[in-house]
Each structure stands twice: as C-alpha cells, then as structure tokens.
C-alpha cells in the first residue's frame, strides 16, 4: 500500500468545487445542457491531468491577486482527482440523458452533482473521496491511499503542511 502523503492546496479544490456550482447552476436557471456536458468535460480533463478542473482560476487568476489564499493541507491527492472523475462521469452521463430527451434524468444528476460539490465545499465532506476510501478498504487495485491517522474517511484532514 502506498501511504506517501502530499501537500494538497485545498484553496485550489474549493474554487473547483465553487465554479462547478456556479456553472451547473447558472446551466439550470437558462438551460443549457452544452454547459452541462463542458463542465463535465472540464472535469474528466483535470482528472486526466490529476488536477482540478477549474484550477486555472485559482492559479491564474484568484490567487496571484491576493484574492484568495493558499490552504495547504498535508493530504493524498488520489482520493480528490477520483472524486473529481466521478463528478465528471456523472455530468457526461447526465448530457447523455438530455440527448435522449430525458431532461428530467439529466437535470437530476446534474443536481446531483452540485449538492455533492456544495457539501464538499460548505462541509468539508468529499463523498468521492469517502468512496475511494472504501474501495481502498475492500482492497480493489488502484486504491491505495489511506484516510490520514485521526480524520473520518471523506472528511478534509485539519493537519496543515509544514
């Protein structure tokens, strides 16, 4: 098992998760599923890049302005780039949905996607990650990192990195 923990800027997920939201959102209020399915793109590139998504924002705009600070945390970064594929799967299904005119199917996965993304952000609480945990548990390859000592499987770990 590999237990190497890594640095992991929390500031950089929470943009992530704020702009899925957002964009899921504002994709809902007029309609557009093309906004669906390019959020969801975006997030199954950044998890191919083991990035997020939407961190461009983050390191290209919102933190070399001060706006928002770096959160360093002592973390895996495995269990987040999971989290964020699963998301993307989610989203790409949803665009299925609305291709086949389904937009009750695709609107509710969508939402689905935003209440997971918003109780990551507001709660700290990474269904993907506790997911990922889990399977790690059940020894399935491929996930091998482990909840740091002391923090709940899902939960943000409150270690700061030094």
Known sequence: MSDLITRVDHSALRVNQATIIALLIIAFIINAPWLVASVGLVMLIG??????????????????????????????????????????????????????NSAIVGWALTWLVVALAALNLFVGFCAGCFVYYWLGRLRLPGFTAQPLPGTFPGMRPSQKAG
Not at 74 to 89: L, N, S
């Open 47 to 100: 998890t191919a890049l083991r990035q997020p998504g939407f961190k461009f924002i983050y390191a290209g705009f919102l933190k070399p302005r001060g706006i928002v600070k770096p959160d360093v945390i002592a973390d895996h970064p495995q269990p987040h780039v999971f989290a964020q594929g699963m998301g993307g799967a989610v989203l790409a299904i949803a665009f299925v949905a609305f291709l086949l």
